[in-house]
T-cell receptor, first 119, second 112 residues
Framework: DTEVTQTPKHLVMGMTNKKSLKCEQH?????MYWYKQKAKKPPELMFVYSYEKLSINESVPSRFSPECPNSSLLNLHLHALQPEDSALYLCASSRAELYGGAGTYNEQFFGPGTRLTVL | TQLLEQSPQFLSIQEGENLTVYCNSSSVFSSLQWYRQEPGEGPVLLVT?????EVKKLKRLTFQFGDARKDSSLHITAAQPGDTGLYLCAGAYFSGNTPLVFGKGTRLSVIA
């Protein structure tokens, strides 16, 4: 099973709303990622969790707040977003957060994404 | 600075033609991954190449990792409309806590 699931598939929210994106994997992966992808661009990394601890925050505004309740779940809490935050939000996981010399350990498997529209 | 250069950016071909997509860098990678993404969906991992000079085949798709581990190519034989999509390469560095580096992608359209 190489499936990463994400909910919801689509989300429309106002700038004053609070919402959450959810991601789940049951592959036993210990690294999980949030990416943001704008149209016709590659994914941009936002956060990395390794063994349930935040290891990378790519200078993301505080209106995005990640949470990793356990090794299978990853949330992204959204508050006071701006229209320019509208994008496809992708979750990914890998066996481990090993970026060197470990072959396929850093293969990332992506979920289907949440299409977020901020009005 | 774009660390992984993908070319071409756009490619529109007829069904049955062959094509090659290139991913080049001045950096050395420990491994390189190729993904295919359809509009509104997440990228799907096609293959990971980890050894310099390695060639991997996936049906009509052939992936190659350069001997110096700085470049890779994806060759599609007899393209079909179902091959249409965005092809992304992503490289992993040998050292440091550095995330995957993505190329900008190649948008392929195969016309029946």
């Amino acid at each position: 099973d190489t499936e990463v699931t994400q909910t919801p598939k689509h989300l429309v929210m106002g700038m004053t709303n609070k919402k959450s994106l959810k991601c789940e994997q049951h592959m036993g992966h210990r690294a999980m990622y949030w990416y943001k992808q704008k149209a016709k661009k590659p994914p941009e990394l936002m956060f990395v969790y390794s063994y349930e601890k935040l290891s990378i925050n790519e200078s993301v505004p505080s209106r995005f707040s990640p949470e990793c309740p356990n090794s299978s779940l990853l949330n992204l809490h959204l508050h006071a977003l701006q229209p320019e935050d509208s994008a496809l939000y992708l979750c990914a996981s890998s066996r481990a957060e090993l970026y060197g010399g470990a072959g396929t350990y850093n293969e990332q498997f992506f979920g289907p994404g949440t299409r977020l529209t901020v009005l | 600075t774009q660390l992984l250069e993908q070319s071409p950016q756009f490619l529109s071909i007829q069904e049955g033609e062959n094509l090659t997509v290139y991913c080049n860098s001045s950096s050395v990678f420990s491994s390189l991954q190729w993904y295919r993404q359809e509009p509104g969906e997440g990228p799907v991992l096609l293959v990971t190449v980890v050894t310099g000079g390695e060639v991997k085949k996936l049906k009509r798709l052939t992936f190659q990792f350069g001997d110096a581990r700085k470049d890779s190519s994806l060759h599609i034989t007899a393209a079909q409309p179902g091959d249409t999509g965005l092809y992304l390469c992503a490289g992993a560095y040998f050292s440091g806590n550095t995330p995957l580096v993505f190329g900008k992608g190649t948008r392929l359209s195969v016309i029946a």
